[in-house]
């Protein structure tokens, strides 16, 4: 049985071998290799696509063309997308027989595949006719007996539930678990919204510009500039990535702009609120005292510490790794005023996480969001009602507060430039412009008396 598998499959993916013989001529130099179908293994949540070379007539090197993708992307099994590969592959390799060349102008091989004369050649629908033609064309008429790949009956067309559970599946696997949540309920909202206010849009190549913008506004009007912002962001995130499987022929929701806000910052904490705060947590919440000490003296963001795992800790090197907001690990240096408030963590199962409700290292059977939520709501319920803290003051604002006190205090004895590249090594941020912006948000380089000045 294992051998009739390779055979069938062997005769499937190479029959144009025997039906079209390519290589007729071993004495010549070939232009073009034998087109190829990558199908990533059989995965199905990557692209497949059939691939090819031809031979640049400046270089005279086979060169990689571009790979073609056609529809078949938007099938769900591996038998439809092989299937549909196959056709291009066949109807590829009869265009490059008759004289196809990326590099030259294809008008007179278009014009002659619309009067086919042997029964062979199948017609072409569309063709790229500027010099260099970029792309080899992937669309053609069937005969009868095929399945249409291209056909402008409405059952053929992706409904728009299946174009983004389809974009869904490919962003799984490069985007985080709580982006991936928000895209899933935006796009659930954006569908639900169809259902009700556009039920004659069915299909994803009805959503438009138009489409899309009323939706937005009516978010807007529902919520906010920057929650209209959010929906914005990710639905053409998603739409994007249809576009480049081919669900779609552009995205339409990059032609509209995003709105201005003016997004609330948290404060910083003066010295003596933070001091009075971190007094009263010894007593009162030891526990949420450590999680906010991770926040101020390592520069966590409060969700990076609800990720840290007793392994995470390297105490003999004094080290501290975990997943950042903008890379997938992250080494920091833990200064000695945070280890000395460490408990003793030696007899601890490495994959516990670092801090759960009632203890420090435990199982904690949530996502990390919860996480996240679970402590804001204990700083608002333990902190916030018991010192009348406004809504700008959060678990957040000790990592400005604490930046801010070292930025000034490196200041003291360098030059805010020298002060400012040693304050990246500790704060993490990836580029001086990243940092020179976060300073100026957060008021951090306050000047000396200009009274002088103004005499």
């Not at 678990?177 to 849009?201: A, C, H, M």
């Not at 339409?252 to 702009?257: C, F, H, L």
């Not at 933070?274 to 949420?288: A, R, V």
Request: aromatic residues 10%; contains cysteine; charged residues 30%.
């Amino acid at each position: 049985m294992s051998t009739l598998n390779k055979i069938l499959t062997f005769e499937y993916q190479n029959e144009h071998v025997l039906e079209y013989n390519l290589e007729h001529d071993l004495t010549q130099k070939t232009q073009f290799s034998t087109p190829k179908i990558y199908n990533a293994k059989g995965d199905l949540s990557k692209r497949w696509y059939v691939y090819f070379s031809f031979r640049n007539p400046k270089t005279g090197k086979l060169e990689r063309s571009k790979n073609i993708y056609g529809k078949a992307n938007v099938y769900k099994t591996k038998e439809d997308r092989l299937s549909v590969l196959t056709t291009y592959r066949k109807r590829l390799i009869i265009l490059l027989k008759k004289g196809y060349n990326p590099y030259e102008d294809n008008t007179a091989l278009y014009e002659a595949s619309l009067t086919p004369s042997d029964p062979t050649t199948m017609p072409v629908e569309s063709v790229t006719i500027k010099k260099p033609v970029e792309k080899v064309p992937t669309t053609f008429k069937n005969p009868p007996e095929e399945k249409k790949l291209d056909t402008e009956k409405e059952s053929d067309k992706m409904s728009i539930r299946d174009a983004f559970d389809f974009s869904l599946k490919l962003k799984a696997s490069v985007i985080g678990e709580r982006t991936l949540k928000d895209y899933e309920g935006r796009s659930n909202k954006f569908i639900k919204w169809l259902e009700v206010e556009r039920p004659k849009v069915t299909t994803i190549d009805q959503v438009n510009k138009n489409v899309i913008n009323s939706f937005l506004n009516a978010m807007l009007s529902a919520t906010s500039s920057r929650s209209y912002n959010n929906y914005r962001t990710d639905l053409s995130s998603l739409m994007q990535t249809m576009e480049d499987n081919d669900l779609i022929v552009s995205n339409p929701v990059k032609k509209i702009k995003a709105l201005k806000t003016s997004p609330e910052r948290n404060k910083t904490y003066s010295l003596e609120k933070q001091t009075e705060i971190f007094e009263y947590l010894k007593t009162e919440d030891p526990i949420l005292l450590l999680y906010i000490q991770f926040i101020s003296y390592n520069l966590l963001r409060p969700i990076e510490v609800c990720r840290l795992k007793i392994k995470d800790i390297n105490l003999q090197e004094k080290l501290i790794q975990f997943k950042a907001k903008n890379s997938p690990l992250k080494t920091k240096r833990i200064p000695d005023i945070l280890l000395k408030e460490l408990p003793d963590l030696s007899q601890l199962n490495g994959d516990w996480y670092l801090f759960t409700p009632d203890k420090i290292g435990g199982e904690w059977d949530t996502i990390e969001n919860n996480r996240r939520d679970y402590f804001s709501k204990r700083y608002k319920k333990v902190v916030k009602q018991h010192f009348k803290l406004g809504k700008n003051y959060g678990l957040y604002s000790f990592r400005h507060t604490f930046i801010t006190k070292l930025y000034r205090a490196l200041v003291i004895d360098s030059s805010p430039h020298e002060a400012k590249s040693k304050l990246m090594l500790i704060t993490g941020h990836s580029t001086m412009d990243a940092l020179e912006k976060y300073l100026r948000d957060i008021d951090a380089a306050i000047p000396e008396d200009y009274s002088h000045l103004l005499k």
